[in-house]
């Protein structure tokens, strides 16, 4: 089947300008993830979706990032008024979301800022 | 805090030998193990998982190792090969009321040698 997918998969924007970073998960899933990774480094957790249930969003570093779910499936994070710190890649992961399944990541978007 | 940690940021093998790869935890409370394999500009692919119930589990090639008393957790790879090179993660779950307690370490790359 279908695993998650991810869009853009570049990104290249200038300082100060807000970006839409999109994920299919895989159907089914109800668990959503965003991590952000920097060149060389682990994953960094940015926000969590669960059903219908109020996202985790304290992995969020500023105010300048947000998510959204629509309908229980895609998510979109929207990074306004980009900062060069931004430039990264920006994963996504579904889970069934019943407790601790393995999470499973689409191949990222990676966002350059200039 | 606590975290996740690898105590190698590199390992190269010959090809045809056994690689093992090494993580710490710190938390006593993580109760599931996965480890993740990133090949270049893609996401991270789920290779094993093991729960805190056992201290051992094997798939194919691969073996990983769960010692509770000194928080340790090893991957074994058997006849490592060329695409075997990749960055190597261990995650661990710490059971809460959110499926979202995944904590990522901060990755191994390993290097297979001709």
């Known amino acids: 089947g279908a695993g998650v997918s991810q869009s853009p998969s570049n990104k290249v924007t200038e300082k100060g300008k807000d970006v839409e970073l999109r994920c299919d998960p895989i159907?089914?899933?109800?668990?959503l993830y965003w991590y952000r990774q920097s060149l060389g480094q682990g994953l960094e957790f940015l926000i969590y979706?669960?059903?219908?249930?109020?996202?985790?969003k304290s992995g969020l570093p500023s105010d300048r990032f947000s998510a959204e779910r629509t309908g229980g499936s895609v998510s979109t994070l929207t990074i306004q008024r980009t900062q060069q710190e931004d430039s990264a890649v920006y994963l996504c992961?579904?889970?069934?979301?019943?407790?601790?399944?393995?999470?499973?990541f689409g191949p990222g978007t990676r966002l350059l800022v200039l | 805090g606590e975290s996740v940690g690898l105590h190698l940021p590199t390992l190269s093998v010959q090809e045809g030998d056994n690689s093992i790869i090494n993580c710490a935890y710190s938390?006593?409370?993580?109760?599931?193990f996965i480890w993740y394999k990133q090949e270049s500009g893609k996401g991270p692919q789920f290779i094993i998982d093991i729960r805190s119930n056992m201290d051992k589990r094997q798939g194919q090639r691969v073996t990983v190792l769960l010692n509770k008393t000194v928080k340790h957790l090893s991957l074994q790879i058997a006849a490592t090969q060329p695409g075997d090179s990749a960055v190597y993660f261990c995650?661990?779950?710490?059971?809460?009321?959110?499926?979202?307690?995944?904590?990522f370490g901060s990755g191994t790359q390993l290097t297979v040698l001709p």
């Open positions: 938390n006593s409370a993580s109760d599931y």
């Open positions: 992961a579904s889970s069934k979301g019943q407790g601790r399944e393995t999470q499973y």
């Open positions: 995650a661990e779950n710490i059971p809460s009321g959110s499926a979202r307690q995944l904590t």
């Open positions: 159907s089914g899933h109800t668990a």
């Open positions: 979706f669960q059903g219908n249930s109020a996202p985790d």
